[in-house]
Structure formats: C-alpha cells, structure tokens
C-alpha cells in the first residue's frame, strides 16, 4: 500500500487554471499507476485521467480531454493533475488513486490506495 495526499484545490472563476498535486510515501511509487477521480455532491464519482508508472502512457475521460493534463515526477513521488478552461461541472472533490497493474484503468475498484481528497470549486 501507498499513502496518497492532495493538494492544490481551491476556489477559481470558470475559465482559470489550477493544479493538483498528489505526494506518495514509500520508494515504490515509480511501479503504480496512477489516478485522478472526482466527485461531485449527490453524483457517483468519476474517472477523470490515469497515468502508467513511467509516465509514458495517459488516458482520459472525454470530460476531460483538451483541458487537463496528467503529469508525474516519479523522483518526487508526485503526481500532478493540471486542470485548464475549467468549468463549474468540474465543481467536485478531486481523488488521487494508485494501482498495480500494467495497464491503465478507468474503475476505481482497480485502484487500491486512494488519497482524502481536495475540494476544486469553479464559479460561474
């Protein structure tokens, strides 16, 4: 297991720009996958970008394709999620996830460490 801790949320105007940041303990970091969820209020939560161990791989939701960008610094034990043009549906609490797997997933039941959140609230 890995311990995950975000940071970087906030209150921003539709259209700004803001970036996650989620530090991991231990020395294995470099072999997870890594994972960005959100959740808004009375909604399910919702993959939004993963990242292979090297860094080398991305995947992203539609939502948020073009917009954001999932990054990592595997000698920093940081994965960092930079969210551009947002918008008030990007409103939610945003997760860092990690999982040991060689491929890149979109269900959370494939992560198995999770951070506690940050709360990301875009006004209109």
């Known amino acids: 297991q890995v311990q995950l801790v975000e940071s970087g949320g906030g209150l921003v105007q539709a259209g700004g720009s803001l970036r996650l940041s989620c530090s991991a303990s231990?020395?294995?970091?470099?072999?997870?996958?890594m994972g960005w969820f959100r959740q808004a209020p009375g909604k399910e939560r919702e993959f939004v970008a993963t990242i292979s161990s090297s860094g080398g791989n991305t995947y992203y939701a539609d939502s948020a394709k073009g917009r954001f960008t999932i990054s990592r610094d595997n000698a920093k034990n940081t994965v960092y999620l930079q969210m551009n043009s947002l918008k008030p549906e990007d409103t939610a609490v945003y997760y860092c996830?990690?999982?040991?797997?060689?491929?890149?997933?979109?269900?959370?039941?494939?992560?198995?460490?999770w951070g506690q959140g940050t709360q990301v609230t875009v006004s209109s």
């Open positions: 996830a990690a999982a040991r797997t060689v491929l890149l997933p979109a269900n959370g039941a494939d992560f198995g460490s």
């Open positions: 231990g020395r294995t970091f470099r072999s997870y996958v």
